[in-house]
C-alpha cells in the first residue's frame, strides 16, 4: 500500500538551518500547520537526540490551526570542514476519537495512517561584518533612535558602547587586583605580629619572692648569723669565715655550731 502523503504544512520545508557562533544555545522555529478539517497529532524525532532541545516535541494541532516548535541546538565545537548529518523527522496521524492517552494511541497506530516527513540539517556561521553582538546592539539603538539614522552611525554608536564596557571592565579588574595585594599584606603583617607574640615569654602576674630572712624558731639560721655567716642577701661560705676569722686571730680552729 503506497504512504499517506503528509497533511500537515511545514515552514521550512527541507532545511533547518542553525546560525552560530556556536558557543551558546542556538534556537531555529519550526512552523507545523493543519490546513484540513480533523485534529493532527505530530511527533517531532531526531537522529541526534543529545544534541537538540524540541518544545513542544508531540501534542494536537487542531483543524485549521499552527504550532510553532522551537528546535535549540546545544552548544558544541564547531568544524567547517565536517558536514552536519543530522536530520529531523515530522510524523503526524489524525487525532483518534480518545486522544486521553497519545502515546497508547502512537502504539497502536496501523503503519498506512502515519504520515512522515524529513528535514535536514544546515550550520551556518554569521559573516565577519555581521556579528551577534553588533546585531543586538543595532537593535536595541534601532528602538530608541529616529527612523532617518544611517547604518553608519549605528555603528559608531556600537563601538562607543564597546569601548565603554571595556574600560568599566578593565577598571573593575584594577580595583580588584588592588584590593587582593591590600589584604595579602594585611595577612603577612598579622602573621608577623602573631610570631611576635609566640617568642615573648609570658611574664608571672604574682610578685616576686622577697629574700629569705631566719625565724626565731630556726635554731640553724642562728647559730649562722651568730657566726657571722648570714647576711642580708646572700650566705658567705663557711670556709671564708673561717679564713678570715683566722687571718684576724678571733678563732684558732673551726667551732662546731650545730650536731645533727
Not at 14 to 22: C, D, I, Y
Not at 213 to 233: E, I, N, V
Request: with cysteine; hydrophobic share 35%.
Amino acid at each position: 500500500m503506497a504512504k499517506v502523503e503528509q497533511v500537515l504544512s511545514l515552514e521550512p520545508q527541507h532545511e533547518l538551518k542553525f546560525r552560530g557562533p556556536f558557543t551558546d544555545v542556538v534556537t531555529t522555529n519550526l512552523k507545523l500547520g493543519n490546513p484540513t478539517d480533523r485534529n493532527v497529532c505530530f511527533k517531532v524525532k531526531t537522529t541526534a537526540p543529545r544534541r537538540y532541545c524540541v518544545r513542544p516535541n508531540s501534542g494536537i494541532i487542531d483543524a485549521g490551526a499552527s504550532i510553532n516548535v522551537s528546535v535549540m541546538l546545544q552548544p558544541f565545537d564547531y568544524d567547517p570542514n565536517e558536514k552536519s548529518k543530522h536530520k529531523f523527522m515530522v510524523q503526524s496521524m489524525f487525532a483518534p476519537a480518545d486522544t486521553s492517552d497519545m502515546e497508547a494511541a502512537w502504539k497502536e497506530a496501523k503503519p498506512e495512517d502515519l504520515m512522515d516527513s524529513k528535514l535536514r540539517c544546515v550550520f551556518e556561521l554569521p559573516a565577519e561584518n555581521d556579528k551577534p553582538h553588533d546585531v543586538e546592539i543595532n537593535k536595541i539603538i534601532s528602538t530608541t533612535a529616529s527612523k532617518t539614522e544611517t547604518p553608519v552611525v549605528s555603528k559608531a554608536l556600537s563601538s562607543a558602547l564597546d569601548d565603554t564596557e571595556v574600560k568599566k571592565v578593565m577598571e573593575e579588574c584594577k580595583r580588584l587586583q588592588s584590593e587582593v595585594q591590600r589584604l595579602r599584606e594585611e595577612n603577612k603583617q598579622l602573621k608577623e605580629e602573631d610570631g611576635l607574640r609566640m617568642r615573648k615569654p609570658v611574664l608571672s602576674n604574682s610578685p616576686a619572692p622577697a629574700p629569705a630572712t631566719p625565724g626565731k624558731g630556726d635554731k640553724r639560721a642562728h647559730a649562722w648569723q651568730g657566726a657571722g655567716l648570714w647576711t642580708h642577701d646572700q650566705t658567705v661560705p663557711l670556709s671564708q669565715v673561717w679564713t678570715l676569722r683566722l687571718r684576724e686571730g678571733e678563732v684558732s680552729q673551726p667551732k662546731v655550731l650545730w650536731s645533727g
